[in-house]
């Protein structure tokens, strides 16, 4: 069960840097105007936290050997068919969800910044 949260853990961690890299980028071409930025930034963040949100609620549903996660595993690290399906959707589960708490504090912050902004300058 470890050698699936530690794949799992890869897998959306790096899915999840990938899609935070281009919310950064929108937001550094958008670094001439500091309101716009932030506000992009927490739209971009919202829609990355439903996003894994609706993954975490598909994962039950979506098929193991067809997820990154079991193919990162080496096949005597790969637990037992019976039980594959189920272990695979939890683990999923709870790291893609794992990770949208990560990329909602991330919107709060920056709708945090969009609101406190304005009022400072």
């Known amino acids: 069960m470890e050698r699936l949260r530690e794949k799992a853990l890869v897998s959306v961690g790096r899915a999840s840097a990938f899609a935070a890299l281009g919310i950064f980028c929108v937001m550094v071409g958008l670094s001439f105007d ?22 975490a609620e598909l994962a039950r549903r979506q098929d193991y050997r067809h997820t990154e996660m079991w193919l990162l595993l080496q096949h005597d690290e790969r637990p037992p068919k019976e039980v594959a ?35 400072i300058g």
């Not at 500091?34 to 936290?49: E, Y």
């Open 34 to 55: 500091p309101v716009l930025m932030t506000r992009a930034g927490g739209i971009l963040s919202l829609m990355l936290t439903a996003i894994l949100i609706l993954k």
């Open 85 to 119: 399906q189920r272990l695979s959707a939890t683990v999923l589960r709870e790291t893609y969800l794992r990770f949208a708490k990560f990329a909602a504090a991330a919107c709060a912050g920056l709708w945090l910044a969009a609101v406190t902004l304005p009022m």
